[in-house]
């Protein structure tokens, strides 16, 4: 079984600072990695997934990740935020083998970010 | 090419009424899921169809029950609604059996029951 948690529920941070979601994550197995974002009143979109190869991962909006496997970590990052950033992210970790695949998503990080 | 289609958006039951939501995969896509979004509880997943056949199943009563037709729209159905079920239900598609590429979400169905 997998467990996925994110270490902040929210965090506020002023548009054009940078920003770090943390993802901690166990797993008895191999896994993908995944981070999505959900803005208000819609579903979750994909921004970016970390499967294999280069351990930094850039995804859509700016956004960017790497995957440390010795921590068991895949941290969300951006150099600069704008408002419309403002939104739920989710990480989420599928097994690579050992049945389910079905992903397990952490509790959210809250992101705030004020003019 | 179109997303993923929740129907409705909006659903107001009362406790011990029945409900059924619909979900439209991507054009495409053989792998639905659906999940249960609460702020208490966060995402669970409820169950995963793939083919017409469900090979997944979370931790959900009876009450929840689903299926999927061979043009791969999917239906979750509800019945016997408590308090509890009030809640965005989220459909999710994928492309691949293993959801190698990542899933990708409707908006929604929030359910609300009174």
């Not at chain 2, 598609?93 to 929604?108: E, K, V």
Request: hydrophobic share 30%; aromatic share 14%; net charge positive.
């Amino acid at each position: 079984a997998q467990s996925v948690t994110q270490l902040d529920s929210q965090v506020p941070v002023f548009e054009e600072a940078p920003v770090e979601l943390r993802c901690n994550y166990s797993s008895s197995v191999s896994v993908y990695l995944f981070w999505y974002v959900q803005y208000p009143n819609q579903g979750l979109q994909l921004l970016l997934k970390y499967l294999s190869g280069s351990t930094l991962v850039k995804g859509i909006n700016g956004f960017e990740a790497e995957f440390n496997k010795s921590q068991t970590s895949f941290h969300l990052r951006k150099p600069s935020v704008h408002i419309s950033d403002t939104a739920e992210y989710f990480c989420a970790v599928s097994p690579v083998s050992g049945g389910s695949y079905i992903p397990t998503f952490g509790r959210g990080t809250s992101l705030i970010v004020h003019p | 090419k179109a997303g993923v289609t929740q129907t409705p958006r909006y659903l107001i039951k009362t406790r011990g009424q029945q409900v059924t939501l619909s979900c439209s995969p991507i054009s495409g896509h053989r792998s639905v899921s659906w999940y249960q979004q609460t702020p208490g509880q966060g995402l669970q997943f409820l169950f995963e169809y793939f083919s017409e056949t469900q090979r997944n199943k979370g931790n959900f009563p009876g009450r929840f029950s689903g299926r999927q037709f061979s043009n791969s729209r999917s239906e979750m159905n509800v019945s016997t609604l408590e308090l509890g079920d009030s809640a965005l239900y989220l459909c999710a598609s994928s492309l691949d059996a293993q959801g190698y590429y990542g899933y990708t979400f409707g908006s929604g169905t929030r359910l609300t029951v009174v």
